[in-house]
């Protein structure tokens, strides 16, 4: 298990921009892949963005690409998404997951540890 902190969240208007930030703890960080989800009220979990272990590969949700964008700093134990163009159907608390392996995944269910999440809220 890796230990995740998300941090970043709060309330943006519409149009503006967030960074969000995953810390990761531990020696593995840079073998795993690791994943961004988010979770609105009364709705359920849905893939956001994911990045493979050394950053190559990225994969987005439709619903964000070209606004988002995930990376990796390794040597930081970090994972970031940067946020653009928000909306306010992107409210939502959003969290960093990593996987036991380098591949990226969109399936949640292949995510071995979470972060408790941050709130990030876009008002019109």
């Known amino acids: 298990q890796v230990q995740l902190v998300e941090s970043g969240g709060g309330l943006v208007q519409a149009g503006g921009s967030l960074r969000l930030s995953c810390a990761a703890s531990?020696?593995?960080?840079?073998?795993?892949?690791m994943g961004w989800f988010r979770q609105a009220a009364g709705k359920e979990r849905e893939f956001v963005a994911a990045?493979?272990?050394?950053?190559?590969?990225?994969y987005y949700a439709d619903s964000v690409n070209g606004r988002f964008t995930i990376s990796r700093d390794n040597a930081k134990n970090t994972v970031y998404l940067q946020m653009g163009s928000l909306k306010p159907e992107d409210t939502a608390v959003y969290y960093c997951?990593?996987?036991?392996?380098?591949?990226?995944?969109?399936?949640?269910?292949?995510?071995?540890?979470w972060g408790q999440g941050t709130q990030v809220t876009v008002s019109s």
């Open positions: 990045i493979s272990r050394g950053g190559g590969s990225t």
């Open positions: 997951a990593a996987r036991t392996i380098g591949y990226a995944s969109r399936r949640y269910d292949e995510y071995a540890s």
């Open positions: 531990g020696r593995t960080f840079s073998s795993r892949a």
